[in-house]
């Protein structure tokens, strides 16, 4: 089982900076990517940013240049920096594990963590 933790939302005022961190815990022996999902009331859940197991990063066209992914494999951890916060950018968010395995046989899976809030004001 594995489980995913995300902690760092809140509220901040527009131009304003949060990082979140999400930290994997469990029985993990690879995974594909691991990225930054956000949802806002009535919205369908986005891809943030994403960040493959080999370092490469993606991101949504909305937050380039304002939000950095990085990770820090010895602590199980993925962040994400978001800097020049806008209303906009208001949601849950969300951490996923994508094309985890246990084993080397195992069969892959995706997992989330529970969402965090953050909520930007104008």
């Known amino acids: 089982q594995v489980q995913l933790v995300e902690s760092g939302g809140g509220l901040v005022q527009a131009g304003g900076s949060l990082r979140l961190s999400c930290v994997a815990s469990g029985n993990i022996y690879s995974f594909n990517a691991m990225g930054w999902y956000r949802q806002a009331p009535g919205k369908q859940r986005e891809l943030v940013a994403g960040i493959t197991r080999g370092g490469d990063t993606n991101y949504a066209d909305s937050v380039k240049g304002r939000f950095t992914i990085s990770r820090d494999n010895a602590k199980n951890t993925v962040y994400l920096q978001m800097n020049g916060l806008k209303p906009e950018d208001t949601a849950v968010y969300y951490c996923?594990?994508?094309?985890?395995?246990?084993?080397?046989?195992?069969?892959?899976?995706?997992?989330w963590g529970q969402g965090t809030q953050v909520t930007v004001s104008a």
């Open positions: 996923n594990a994508a094309g985890v395995r246990s084993t080397p046989k195992s069969t892959a899976r995706d997992y």
